[in-house]
């Protein structure tokens, strides 16, 4: 995704307030974390990180994490 089409999918996106990434993480305060993640993003053209945090939380947003979690022992 180029960094129009994220800002356009996160402008519209209904964003849940927490959001399984994986099996081991789990994203709290979703719409925070996306507007951060955004103003980093146009703050800093080089910066991969953000680009890279957007676009696990989109694909966390169109394919849910339906697997086991990590046990607790």
Do not use: C
């Amino acid at each position: 995704m180029t960094d129009e089409e994220l800002i356009a999918y996160f402008e519209y996106a209904k964003l849940p307030e927490t959001l399984r990434l994986d099996r081991a993480s789990t994203q709290l305060n979703v719409r925070k974390s996306v507007d951060r993640s955004l103003e980093v993003m146009l703050a800093d053209p080089k910066d991969v990180h953000s680009r890279y945090h957007l676009k696990r939380i989109a694909a966390a947003i169109e394919n849910p994490y339906s697997g086991p979690e990590i046990p607790r022992f």
